[in-house]
């Protein structure tokens, strides 16, 4: 086995721990490159699990955006 290439990256990662009218509390985290664009994003209950609700993550990804 040999490396082909590797390439190395800033990133930034920003933790929102969100208190949601019906879901109660949520973390929402985002990993940003050095020029501010967005990489990733993932959305967790309090307990850490996934959520993989399209509406949920849309509204708090807006909520988000709108407040940072």
Known sequence: MEILNQTSQQVTENVF???H???GVLIYKEWLNDSGKLI???LRSKSGY???D???FD???EFVDNVS
């Open 50 to 52: 996934s959520i993989d």
């Open 40 to 42: 990733d994003c993932e």
């Open 54 to 56: 399209a509406a949920l």
């Open 21 to 23: 009218p019906t879901e």
């Open 59 to 61: 509204e708090v990804c």
């Open 17 to 19: 721990i969100l208190q």
